[in-house]
């Protein structure tokens, strides 16, 4: 068959335009063989070659500009184009550009959720009489609602002459590709045409496209009758861009009426329902891996998970697993549920006890089942790769009572071999084993069922996935090479954390995870699109540089950035700075400020941790030269606890007071990177004013300047591999302290930003919604803060500069944040350009005065500074409540409708 192709794209000198395929005459998908086209013309680019139609029944491909620069590809999946019985096919399609909103609307977000088609469309069989140019109008457009089917009318006769009663409705079985086969009379002159938008309900057309008409040239071209053309064309024109709105809650924070006593899987479907009734478009979760490491409340934090890929059996539902065959025990087990379920906040050791418990006792009632079960048979089968390392991890972490893998006294060193012959069922250790694939089968089915649930009521589940890994976890043991595991990963500090965050996770070694083109990564997005069509990657900027602390401290002060530009000494010195490596590089420790740090302990710290060296100053005894070594030291005191805090944050504090961080701990000739904050140490405060601008100088270089387009080619190399692996909408938590290279790689990458009033990327003390570029996600605040009525409470002439300045209201501000100051913020953000526009169901509730929680203080989920933090938030009300609240509920429906966020 002979094929040509055809596509208009404005070159700059030097570049061409190439096209490969899954056919050898394109290259075989391989970009150094690629077909070179030829410009014809303007703008009109050419390439005719002839493929053996038996090689491939399905021509795949795809089309890049080649330039001084190397290869750059239009965005998106390949084109497909079936084989045809005609000898000759023209296609004629436009470059697709990686940086234009729409192409968030092909996520499956969009695709398997908002627009799921519930019935497939075909189009009217094809009408000839033997004149006609046989055309196939192809529309690439996803945003298309469920009940509604793409016509084409135009004004060649067969396109119904712009009659709209003779419109020609398009075929759906490719979706979100629309076709339709059409025999142009008029081939002799330009045909115009336009695609509109037809209501299966109604059964009329109810929206047209915007802008011009578009244009068939087939008067250009020649051989029309034994020619297949092929026009596609991409995304229906829309007069405004789509928008949509979210709740965002914990799964463990809801509560239903017959849960036990935390939020589990199966409360998704309600918690749709109440998308649905309320017009939210965004369900918004936490994440919900395993993080089972010491069985305490300490194992509340979700984002460290021990697996990246297990469930959370916290999640499961007892009573969809199936019944104890003994009454007396289901119903002792019953009266725990009720209890833990009227508990106010999550008794997460309760829980966990409970249902360790039940599992248990339901996996050796129904054991022999599984045996023969081919739905579990076919999960282990197919989850293997992860289950089974998964589920001999955390039997040998409940056998030897730590996930410290080691300590134990088997398999401390993974061996797959091994781990494969421990999950046989002859071993000694598989009925231990075993049970962790049946609670895994179980959450596994529990969270499908709510993903499908969501899906088929067009609501996305939005996912969230945790920057780190922790440090005992599947992972680790499994690949430690992938990791830096002398490190730990955090964040620098900043309103919320001054002394910065300190996450305890080992580092990534990107060098080699970009061996295998980032695999670990890649099985990881695969795994969550299972369940979400669309996720949070949880401190972005990760991607572009992480902030990491060496093992042996503690404080996120003490962090650098991996990776990083550090100054050389002929930097340093060059700058004018000409200090010593101890002044620049050792704790400033002097006589003078002791007893402000200690207090009454000053005597016993200097004699114990300090020694005075030369000139009267003091250097860190050996054992306290880390935070680590001095909190180690501390505890080992006979002190009250009242001295050892004093005497520990101290020594923290000293240790801490330094202006730089030699790149490897060593000596002069080795590069130097500023300590974050330096400006609030006594070191700095007790410089010249000569040395302080100059250091000063070099440490805004250093975190504003120095690094930006370093870190952009840091991104640019891990984040393609990872958003190719899915199609699922991907946003980016990009708070903190912002690389300038952030906002470009996310716009190119098609990355969604997160946009939160208190938190501005910009100048002011306050963002404001309007400013909010479309492919972000705007909200009034997050896991990490206090809701918006506790932020109210938290500082009054902070709010009272917002209720003037931001709000723009008259009159007196009210003490509390009153129901109708919750609704104004919440409109504010909802009439956002923001594509999404996600909330906290606290702050929605917070706009009714009859169900929102008395104390505000007590709904903030996470205190960032504190990392002993116990995650125990649970919703006050049940979801089936929240079902029956009308008033609320038509309050946030009519709010999304006037801001266009139910609108297809």
Not at 239 to 255: H, M
Not at 473 to 492: F, I, R
Not at 508 to 527: F, G, I, L
Not at 786 to 792: F, P, Q, Y
Request: proline share 5%; charged share 25%; aromatic share 12%.
């Amino acid at each position: 068959m002979k094929i040509t192709f055809h596509i208009n794209y404005r070159t700059e000198w030097g570049e061409s335009l190439l096209v490969s395929g899954n056919v050898p005459e394109l290259g075989n998908n391989t970009v150094a063989e690629a077909a070179v086209m030829q410009c014809v013309g303007g703008e009109h680019w050419r390439l005719t070659v002839d493929i053996n139609t038996e090689d491939s029944h399905a021509l795949a491909y795809k089309y890049a500009i080649r330039g001084e620069n190397g290869v750059a590809w239009e965005w998106g999946k390949h084109r497909v184009i079936h084989a045809s019985v005609y000898p000759e096919m023209d296609l004629w399609d436009f470059w697709r550009p990686t940086q234009i909103p729409q192409n968030a609307l092909h996520s499956s977000a969009f695709t398997r959720a908002i627009m799921k088609r519930k019935e497939k469309y075909e189009s009217a069989d094809l009408k000839l009489t033997g004149q006609e140019a046989i055309v196939i109008f192809r529309l690439n457009s996803p945003r298309i609602a469920p009940h509604h089917v793409v016509g084409l009318i135009g004004s060649d006769a067969n396109l119904g002459a712009w009659n709209k009663e003779d419109i020609l409705l398009m075929s759906d079985a490719n979706y979100p590709v629309w076709e339709v086969p059409v025999g142009i009379k008029s081939a002799d002159k330009t045909v115009h045409y336009k695609y509109v938008l037809y209501d299966t309900k109604v059964k009329k057309i109810v929206d047209w496209e915007k802008g011009d008409d578009r244009q068939l040239f087939l008067n250009l071209l020649d051989n029309k009758e034994k020619t297949l053309f092929v026009q596609t064309d991409e995304d229906f024109r829309y007069e405004r861009p789509w928008k949509g709105g979210g709740v965002a809650v914990p799964v463990f924070s809801l509560r239903s009426t017959n849960g036990n006593g935390v939020g589990e899987f199966p409360d998704l479907h309600l918690l749709t329902d109440w998308a649905l009734q309320t017009g939210l478009k965004v369900v918004q979760i936490l994440p919900v891996n395993d993080t089972i490491a010491n069985h305490t409340w300490t194992d509340s934090y979700p984002y460290a998970a021990i697996s990246v890929a297990a469930l959370h059996p916290m999640y499961v539902n007892l009573q969809k697993m199936g019944t104890l065959n003994d009454k007396d025990l289901q119903a002792e087990f019953e009266a725990e549920r009720e209890r833990l379920n009227q508990l106010p906040e999550i008794d997460y050791e309760g829980v966990m006890k409970m249902k360790s418990r039940y599992f248990k006792l339901l996996f050796d009632q129904e054991k022999k089942g599984l045996y023969v079960d081919k739905d579990f048979q076919t999960f282990i089968q197919k989850n293997a790769e992860w289950l089974k390392p998964y589920a001999v991890f955390s039997h040998l972490r409940d056998l030897y009572n730590t996930p410290d893998f080691s300590q134990w006294k088997i398999a401390s060193v993974f061996d797959r071999v091994e781990i494969e012959q421990m999950c046989m069922p002859e071993d000694e250790h598989y009925q231990h084993i075993a049970i962790h694939f049946f609670i895994q089968y179980h959450a596994h089915l529990q969270l499908l069922a709510a993903a499908m649930y969501a899906r088929e009521n067009g609501v996305v589940l939005k996912g969230d996935i945790p920057i780190g890994i922790y440090r005992y976890s599947v992972d680790a043991w499994t690949a430690p090479e992938l990791y830096n595991m002398n490190a730990q990963a955090g964040a620098p500090p900043d309103d919320f954390a001054v002394l910065g965050q300190n996450w305890g996770f080992p580092t990534y070694n990107w060098e080699e995870m970009a061996k295998d083109n980032y695999a670990w990564w890649r099985k990881r997005m695969t795994q969550l699109s299972t369940y979400f069509d669309s996720f949070r990657i949880d401190h972005i900027l990760g991607f572009f540089r992480i902030w990491q602390m060496p093992e042996n401290q503690v404080d996120g002060l003490m962090g650098v950035f991996n990776p990083c530009l550090p100054f050389s000494w002929e930097e340093i010195r060059s700058a004018g700075i000409y200090l010593s490596y101890e002044r620049l590089c050792k704790p400033y420790i002097r006589e003078y400020f002791l007893y402000e740090i200690f207090g009454e302990h000053t005597g016993e710290v200097k004699e114990k941790c300090l020694s005075r060296i030369e000139n009267g100053d003091f250097v860190l005894q050996s054992h306290v030269t880390t935070q680590k070594d001095a909190e180690n030291w501390v505890n080992l005191q006979d002190w009250s606890d009242d001295k050892k805090e004093r005497i520990r944050l101290g020594l923290n504090e000293l240790i801490r007071d330094v202006l730089f961080f030699p790149l490897k701990g060593g000596q002069e000739g080795e590069g130097l990177n500023p300590r974050i904050s330096i400006q609030g140490t006594r070191s700095f405060q007790a410089l010249d004013a000569d040395q302080k601008g100059k250091i000063e100088r070099l440490y805004t270089d250093y975190f504003f300047y120095r690094h930006n387009e370093f870190w952009r080619e840091q991104a640019m190399k891990k984040l393609p591999p990872l958003l190719n692996a899915t199609d699922m909408l991907i946003c980016g938590e990009d708070l903190g302290m912002i690389p300038a290279s952030v906002a470009g790689v996310m716009k190119e990458l098609g990355i969604l930003s997160l946009e939160i009033q208190r938190m501005p990327k910009g100048d002011g003390e306050f963002g404001h919604p309007d400013d909010a570029p479309y492919l972000s996600v705007v909200s009034t605040s997050s896991h990490d803060m206090s809701t918006i009525r506790g932020w109210w409470e938290e500082d009054a002439a902070r709010s009272k500069r917002f209720f003037y300045d931001i709000l723009h209201n008259l009159g007196e501000i009210p003490f509390y944040c009153e129901t109708w100051i919750c609704r104004q913020i919440i409109e504010q953000h909802s009439y956002s350009p923001a594509m999404l526009a996600i909330f906290p169901l606290q702050d929605l509730v917070a706009m009714d005065n009859n169900l929102r929680r008395e104390n505000p203080q007590s709904e903030q989920i996470n205190v960032p500074a504190n990392p002993k933090h116990y995650w125990r938030f649970r919703f006050h009300l049940p979801l089936e409540q929240l079902l029956q609240a009308k008033d609320l509920n038509e309050k946030i429906r009519s709010i999304m409708e006037g801001s266009g966020r139910t609108y297809q």
